[in-house]
């Protein structure tokens, strides 16, 4: 019986050894994967939060030098956060506060180029959108009528519409095109909800051009 026994296990052995041969690297090599995709997602994630914990305290040293009202150093730490974690949303924040220092400073020439790299490589396209809508105010203050509205023309959220044709629409009033500036302008109105502060500023500027605010399926007079 013993015997009968042994050669049972020798023989369920003998078919872990052909199997093993047969299938054994392959089997390997599927678990090297496995593994390894797991260490490695775990050191992307790892990596990940250490970038996101690394930027934030630059974008806290953005804030703080605002807070203290010192334009100067808010930029060096924005350059510094842009340089080692450009694609990070704390950038694209930081940047935003470091350029309005600027302005506010009085220095809207050296806000410029910081505007410029947002709207071009901030991590997100609302945050690209709003460096955009800036960087055109400040072309417009400076009467760069042709640089904003080509700032302007760029692709925008289609959240951001509204706000793009009210630009647009002071601008073309600033070139002394009236009936395209009342165009954007109307765009503008349609595309805010009703009862916005913002919404009723637009109406106010149609209403300066002689121009009663409406919807679609109304006549303009």
């Known amino acids: 019986m013993a015997q009968h026994l042994d050669l049972e296990e020798q023989e369920q ?30 050191g992307y994630q790892y990596w990940q939060n250490r970038q ?9 040293a953005v804030q703080v030098a605002v807070q203290g009202g010192d ?8 350059d510094d956060l842009k340089s080692r974690y450009g694609g990070t949303v704390q950038a694209a924040q930081a940047g935003l506060l470091a350029a309005k220092a600027l302005v506010d400073s009085g220095k809207a020439e050296e806000a410029k180029p910081v505007l410029q790299w947002l709207a071009e490589n ?28 080509a700032r302007l023309s760029g692709k925008f959220p289609p959240q951001f519409d509204a706000l793009v044709a009210d630009r647009k629409g002071d601008v073309l009033l600033l070139q002394d095109k009236k009936a395209e500036a009342i165009t954007e302008y109307q765009k503008a109105y349609k595309g805010l909800e009703e ?15 002689g121009v ?3 919807t679609d399926g109304e006549a303009a007079k």
């Open 13 to 42: 052995i003998d078919q872990l050894k052909h199997f093993w041969n047969a299938w054994g690297t392959l089997i390997s090599g599927v678990l090297v994967v496995i593994f390894g995709g797991v260490a490695a997602w775990n």
């Open 52 to 60: 996101a914990g690394q930027a934030a305290a630059l974008s806290d």
């Open 71 to 78: 334009a100067t150093r808010a930029t060096q730490a924005f």
């Open 122 to 149: 901030a991590s997100d396209d609302g945050y690209k959108a709003i460096a955009s809508l800036r960087l055109a105010a400040l072309l417009i203050d400076q009467k760069a009528y042709d640089q904003a509205l």
């Open 195 to 209: 009862g916005t502060e913002f919404r009723r500023v637009v109406e106010v500027k149609l209403g300066s051009l």
């Open 212 to 214: 009663q605010a409406r």
